[in-house]
Nanobody
Framework: QVRLVESGGGSVQSGGSLRLSCAAS????????MGWFRQVPGKEREGVAT???????AYADSVKGRFTISRDNAVNALYLQMNSLKPEDTAMYYC????????????????????WGQGTQVTVSS
């Protein structure tokens, strides 16, 4: 079992930056592909970024060039660097883990993931 805890959210002005962290605990963390998702009230959860076991990444079109996902397997941590933030980035952000026998699995679909954190709020004002 993997337990995930997000941190680093907060309130920033448009154009600012935030770095989100996700601390993972449990066995076989390195056997999981990871992802960041976000959700606002009244809308479905959407995929933001994903990283596989080899460090390959994929992003939603809305954040390409602005967000960077990375992982540090030595300390069981996942990160999301968010630059050039826009008001439309305001959401609750969640990290997620997927059991992945493949080293190169990437996914932005919430239903593919097995474990979820509780979320951290990001608010971007104009």
């Amino acid at each position: 079992q993997v337990r995930l805890v997000e941190s680093g959210g907060g309130s920033v002005q448009s154009g600012g930056s935030l770095r989100l962290s996700c601390a993972a605990s449990g066995y076989a963390y390195n056997s999981y592909s990871m992802g960041w998702f976000r959700q606002v009230p009244g809308k479905e959860r959407e995929g933001v970024a994903t990283v596989d076991r080899e460090g390959n990444t994929a992003y939603a079109d809305s954040v390409k060039g602005r967000f960077t996902i990375s992982r540090d397997n030595a300390v069981n941590a996942l990160y999301l660097q968010m630059n050039s933030l826009k008001p439309e980035d305001t959401a609750m952000y969640y990290c997620a883990a997927k059991r992945s026998p493949s080293r190169r699995w990437l996914g932005l679909r919430p239903y593919d993931y097995d474990y979820w954190g509780q979320g951290t709020q990001v608010t971007v004002s104009s």
